[in-house]
């Protein structure tokens, strides 16, 4: 009987997943969270806020013990999921030639409720 050794037999090294909590992923997460949101900003009529995340708030992210960054982490990516059905749903509103403010106004609201409770995790860190 022939056998061969485990290391011949085990399937290839598939990449390591990316640690969806760790700061520098979390940081371009928010980026692109945020990118989602000044789009709805302008669909609600708001004025956008900026994009870019400062280097304080970076500083706060890793410096967040590891259940916060989880959490965080958590919060936007639901925060994107809505956000992505939400965009697509008014542009819908938009191609059948409707005003998508108000839907797009009470979707903000939602989004800043919840981003309210995303600062207020990491503010304890």
């Keep these: 009987m022939v056998t061969f050794p485990p290391e011949t ?13 760790a700061p520098e992923v ?9 990118g989602q ?3 709805l900003a302008m669909l609600a009529r708001l004025a956008p ?3 870019e995340i400062s280097g304080e708030l970076g500083a706060v992210i890793a410096r967040a013990a590891p259940w916060q960054r989880k959490l965080v982490a958590q919060t936007v ?28 106004l ?3 609201r939602e989004f800043h409720a919840a981003r309210t409770a995303m600062v207020s995790v990491l503010a304890n860190a």
């Design 106 to 108: 009470v979707l903000w």
């Design 49 to 51: 806020e900026p994009v």
């Design 9 to 21: 037999i085990l399937l290839p090294a598939a990449p390591a997943p990316v640690d969806s909590s």
């Design 26 to 34: 979390l940081s371009e997460a928010m980026v692109v969270l945020h």
């Design 77 to 104: 990516s639901d925060c994107a999921a809505m956000l992505d059905s939400g965009l697509s749903a008014l542009g819908t509103l938009i191609r059948r030639g409707q005003d998508p403010a108000a839907p797009a």
């Design 37 to 39: 949101a000044a789009a």
